[in-house]
């Protein structure tokens, strides 16, 4: 029984290691799939609209997604950021986050009726800690945004739709 | 009210500028939502509760900024930018901004 307190920590470790990779492995089949579902939908990053385009209406369109890490992670990264180096444990996190923003921007684009986003842009930001110490992050923000259009005659042959 | 974060919006003609209009909130945490949070936070994952609140809250930054854009006479808004900048523990602003413009 004394040594109760001294088995929380490393319970919660592998708690937050089984969960953490179970929801990571959920969330990539679930990404997939839906990217597959709005493929369909064309984002570019380019400023300025082809001068064949003809584009009957546009909107703003934004996708966001707050994402946290989980605590095993967490210590992991803490640990690895004592020697340095990439830290390969965050890479996975931010790239699931920035496929969901694309997504629910994409999304965002179909329920008003177009089918091609210009000027994407990705921003990242962390949000602080509500802890009365301000250590621990409570979770990164991924947004999304661009211009939906929508085009008169059909997208010209500009995107690769398989 | 157009609002775009291209250069103009496409397929119409800007006629006139108005100058930048912004728009800002600054929001905390609910509790309830934090509690959850918290716990989200040792598994990992999307943390929806902040996810609503931050599109809420950008939501109404638009508003704001289009709201400013009306007075001006305007009847779009270009070259949107957002910032988003924790102010304080536990509450962020979420800030958007563009050029008011008049299209035809």
Do not use: C
Request: net charge positive.
């Amino acid at each position: 029984m004394e040594l109760l307190p001294y088995a929380i920590t490393p319970a919660l470790l592998l708690g937050a290691w089984i969960s953490g990779t179970l929801i990571e492995r959920w969330h990539l089949s679930s990404l997939s799939r839906l990217e597959s579902g709005s493929r369909d939908i064309l984002a570019v990053t380019i400023e300025d609209i082809p001068p064949d385009w003809r584009v009957e209406s546009s909107d703003l369109v934004i996708g966001n997604v707050v994402i946290s890490q989980d605590y095993f992670k967490r210590v992991a990264a803490s640990l690895k950021g004592i020697v340095g180096g990439n830290i390969r444990v965050y890479e996975p996190l931010l790239e699931r986050a920035r496929r969901e923003a694309l997504i629910r921007m994409k999304e965002a684009a179909r329920e008003r009726g177009h089918d091609t986003i210009i000027n994407v842009r990705i921003e990242t930001s962390r949000l602080a800690s509500s802890r009365p110490d301000g250590k621990g992050t409570a979770g990164v923000e991924i947004l999304a945004f661009g211009t939906a259009v929508s085009l008169s005659g059909g997208r010209p042959r500009l995107g690769v739709t398989p | 009210m157009l609002i775009s974060n291209t250069q103009e919006i496409p397929g119409k003609t800007i006629v006139a500028f108005h100058g930048v209009v912004s728009g800002s909130t600054v929001r905390a945490k609910h509790i309830g939502k934090d509690i959850m949070a918290g716990l989200k936070n040792v598994v990992g994952g999307e943390l929806k509760g902040y996810t609503d609140l931050l599109s809420e809250a950008r939501g109404e930054a638009i508003r704001r900024m289009s709201y400013q854009a009306e007075a001006m006479g305007a009847n779009a808004i270009v070259n949107v930018r957002f910032a988003t900048s924790s102010v304080a523990q536990g509450a962020a602003e979420l800030f958007a901004y563009g050029t008011a413009v008049k299209v035809e």
